[in-house]
């Protein structure tokens, strides 16, 4: 449901989260939480909805919704002009009815809250970010230092000459014995 009337006085559209008092000529902009819950009350006008399932609705099952929910209804109050409560009656230990007449228009449905759905955010990121991840671990294992020569300099693959090593090596020794 997109638009909607309550008693034939309030315009309510959903998508824009605005309140039209047709009788005063004022409009009034909800929060999403709000205009959720009023849509919810509106697609069951005469019905008792529950505490219970407004706050699983609209709260996510939030352990401190109560206080949020009755500060809800009251703000809900002020906006329909419902001082008297008879617009929205709380139904003890039960939750709260609408009790108006609801006339949705010929796109509006009754269908719960009506504030449009999120749709997912595309990941479409995810793909090449994957393939720069496996080319960055493939760089860095070729660069452990399991795969390195021993001598920076010396060509992958190649052995070092150790002939070499045990001359300087011998070379060495003999010139601390002369000291």
């Not at 108006?100 to 997912?120: D, H, K, L």
């Amino acid at each position: 449901m997109e638009t909607f009337y309550i008693n034939n006085r309030f315009e309510v559209n959903s998508a824009l989260n605005t309140v039209k008092d047709q009788a005063a000529g004022t409009a009034t902009r909800l929060e999403p939480r709000l205009m959720k819950l009023l849509c919810l009350l509106a697609a069951r006008p005469g019905q008792v909805v529950s505490r219970e399932q407004i706050i699983r609705d609209i709260w996510n099952d939030y352990g401190g919704a109560d206080e949020g929910l009755n500060q809800a209804i009251s703000f809900l109050r002020k906006t329909l002009q419902d001082a008297d409560k008879e617009l929205i009656r709380t139904i003890p230990k039960n939750g709260y009815l609408l009790q108006a007449a609801v006339t949705f228009t010929a796109t509006a449905e009754p269908s719960g809250p009506a504030t449009p759905p999120r749709s997912r955010p595309k990941r479409y990121w995810l793909i090449p970010a994957a393939a720069l991840l496996v080319i960055l671990l493939v760089f860095i294992l070729r660069q452990s230092p399991a795969h390195k020569p021993a001598v920076p300099w010396e060509p992958p693959g190649s052995e070092p000459d150790t002939g070499y090593q045990y001359q300087e090596m011998k070379q060495q020794q003999l010139r601390e014995s002369n000291r």
